[in-house]
Nanobody, 121 residues
Framework: VQLQASGGGLVQAGGSLRLSCAASGFTFDDYAIGWFRQVPGKEREFVSAITWSGGIPYYTGSARGRLTISRDNAKNAVYLQMNSLKPEDTAVYYC???????????????WGQGTQVTVSS
């Protein structure tokens, strides 16, 4: 099983990034995919998630309206389009997979390595 997050980088406040999560080694379209982020010294927090079909997206309050999650089951990939980025969005972003759409990171079955997002003011 492998989940690989990519697309992070350094961007100025107000800018945009598109994160990708590439999956392999499991039946991708049986799983919901979640995005989480973590800064040093803090717990990993939920950002967004999408059901196995892609029909229902979920967002944390601070992400709603600025972030858009989508998935392409033919490519075993999930994307997180991040617009109007703020310095407080700076974190390592992780994608994770689980059969259920859940916001608790402890419950996710598979995790990938993260990608660093840095938003400068």
């Amino acid at each position: 099983v492998q989940l690989q997050a990519s697309g992070g980088g350094l961007v100025q406040a107000g800018g945009s990034l598109r994160l990708s999560c590439a999956a392999s080694g499991f039946t991708f379209d049986d799983y919901a995919i979640g995005w989480f982020r973590q800064v040093p010294g803090k717990e990993r927090e939920f950002v967004s998630a999408i059901t196995w079909s892609g029909g229902i997206p979920y967002y944390t309050g601070s992400a709603r309206g600025r972030l858009t999650i989508s998935r392409d089951n033919a490519k075993n990939a999930v994307y997180l389009q991040m617009n109007s980025l703020k310095p407080e969005d700076t974190a390592v972003y992780y994608c994770a997979a689980d059969p259920s759409v859940i916001t608790d990171p402890a419950s996710y079955k598979y995790w990938g390595q993260g990608t660093q997002v840095t938003v400068s003011s």
